[in-house]
RNA sequence: CGGGGUGUAGCGCAGUUGGCAGCGCACCGCGUUUGGGACGCGGGGGUCGGCGGUUCAAGUCCGCCCACCCCGACCA
């Protein structure tokens, strides 16, 4: 309800991730400006510093799409309807989700036309004219763009009616090649997650039920949250030939016999975005992984007069020429004061503020205070000289940092069960790993008892066989059940 | 779609028995402040969700509609 929301504009402080884990998440991406609600039910604005957040993840991410032979394009907004309808599984998945348009120009249109929820089915078709010859192939295209699925409960960057994120999409010549691909992007995305966002993420396989509508395996990088909670923050499937079948990519390999194409498609989203904030955020607001943050050093100048601001303001300019390179930004408002920038700049998760006063200037020093550790304990005082290294040594600290603690937290909410009543225990607060018979009658038990899912069978098994810790019957592989959002 | 709730300034809310539309924060101006969320004075801002009804008079009473939020089933 509207009376728990609070005064978001306000200094009230936030609630803590304690008292109310949700509000929390909303209030803070609110506050913070990473994004507003539009007057659609379930859209999102994303603000100018939620955005510059996503940029940098493009970029991380793009650049190693390049690195493994990707190239970009863009493909229609607007899919005939009937394209949908080509793949079984697919349309299953997600006609109920369809956002569709009737009317084009005052006119009803003659087919109907679904705004994308995912691109498989029009880039099917066109690969389908593009290839032709073993020649042609691999096809290794991505698209950075938007996909709009009519979601009934949304939230703020984990699910909202439109959202934004890049798709790969290719084709191969055998099944064996278009399995390494599927297995190579997830690689690319823990390695994305682990060393940019400093996630800490499970790589593994889906489970049936869990999978993608037409795949033939899928596979995600699974990410605990703050609370708990799994969040499946990238998904890489192999497509088998369903798609291929289904839009006729066909291609004649060396011998002249036609054959069908292997499709994999893989895709991480704004979703990300909430993955960050709920693992690394914490009471004062979020904490951003100093590679991705928006703003990586703030500088806070402090003066009580004009006298001490030509003494300070001098200083303040030289160390900002210093810090080139770097995203800094210094923070000269005159209606604030230093203290309500501080709190201002921690509740936009900072990783590094530094503070440039009279007595800095005397002592040829400035205050550092370190976002991921709160309070006195993560503030110093360092020498101007050399400025630049130290703070980029600093940075690296804590991008490391932020990554040990999320890993430890993980580690500690992660139990392995031997039995039914210890897994009821466990994934109340934590995620369960147990051996699985694979069945879907035993994952469906789980489910309706606890709530919990199949997040992933982990890639890192422990070997040898069990028991399915459900059922009882013979079981050669361990997968974590979890509340997942 | 089922269950529950809420609509009054940008946000959060109050509005009594039907009788001048208010408070806090935010915003604008001036001044004093500024090393952990400053203060004073002055100001601007309203289709009370919509339509209809009752009444001398409706934010308030009645009817219908709409929107949004929360809890479930679906999902990157």
């Known amino acids: 309800n509207q009376s728990i929301m609070g005064s978001i504009m306000s200094t009230d402080k936030l609630p803590t991730r304690a008292e109310n884990f949700s509000e929390w998440y909303n209030q803070l991406i609110q506050r913070a400006e990473l994004a507003d609600y539009a007057p ?51 349309v299953e998945g997600f006609s109920p989700e369809l956002a569709v348009v009737t009317v084009g120009g005052g006119e009803k249109l003659e087919e109907p036309l679904v705004v994308r929820p995912t691109s498989e089915t029009i880039i099917g078709y066109m690969y389908s004219k593009w290839i032709k010859s073993y020649r042609d192939l691999p096809v290794l295209i991505n698209q950075w763009g938007n996909v709009v699925r009519w979601e009934m409960r949304t939230r703020l ?112 989203s704004t979703r990300m975005i909430g993955a960050i904030i709920m693992t690394h955020g914490d009471d004062q607001g979020l904490v951003m992984p100093p590679r991705l943050a928006p703003i990586q050093v703030v500088i806070v100048p402090i003066f009580r007069s004009d006298e001490e601001k030509a003494l300070v303001m001098p200083v303040v300019e030289r160390i900002a020429g210093e810090l080139e390179g770097l995203r800094i930004k210094v923070d000269d408002r005159a209606e604030v004061t230093p203290g309500f920038k501080f709190n201002d700049w921690e509740l936009r998760g900072v990783p590094l503020r530094m503070e440039i006063g009279p007595k800095d200037v005397e002592k040829g020093s400035v205050a550092l205070a370190r976002r991921d550790i709160p309070g006195r304990d993560g503030k110093s005082f360092v020498p101007q000289e050399n400025i630049a290294a130290q703070v980029k040594d600093m940075l690296e600290t804590i991008q490391t940092n932020l990554l040990q603690k999320a890993r430890s937290f993980r580690d500690s909410h992660m139990v392995d069960v031997k039995d039914y009543a210890a897994l009821q225990e466990a994934v109340a607060n934590n995620w369960a790993y147990a051996w699985w018979c694979g069945s879907k009658e035993c994952e469906a038990k789980v489910k309706e008892d606890t709530k919990a899912t199949t997040r992933n069978i982990p890639l890192e098994q422990p070997g040898g066989n069990g028991k399915c810790v459900v059922c009882g019957a013979e079981a050669h592989e361990k997968v974590y059940f979890a509340r997942a959002y």
């Open 40 to 90: 659609v039910r379930g859209c999102m604005v994303v603000r100018p510093y939620g955005w510059a957040l996503w940029e940098n993840i493009q970029s991380a991410l793009d650049s190693r799409f390049k690195k493994t032979g990707h190239v970009n394009a863009a493909f229609p907004l607007l899919i005939p309807m009937s394209f949908l309808e080509k793949e079984k599984s697919h």
């Open 157 to 268: 960057f984990l699910r909202t009616l439109e959202f934004y994120w890049q798709e790969g999409h290719t084709a191969h010549a055998t099944q064996a090649e278009a399995e390494a691909e599927t297995r190579r992007m997830l690689d690319v995305y823990t390695d994305f997650a682990v060393n940019e966002a400093a996630l800490p993420v499970v790589p593994g396989r889906k489970s049936e039920t869990e999978k993608f509508a037409g795949a033939v395996a899928s596979y995600s990088i699974e990410a605990m949250m703050g609370d708990t909670k799994a969040l499946q923050a990238g998904t890489s499937h192999f497509l088998g030939q369903n798609f291929a079948k289904a839009f006729e990519i066909q291609y004649l390999d060396e011998t002249n016999q036609l054959q069908h194409c292997w499709t994999t498609s893989w895709g991480v």
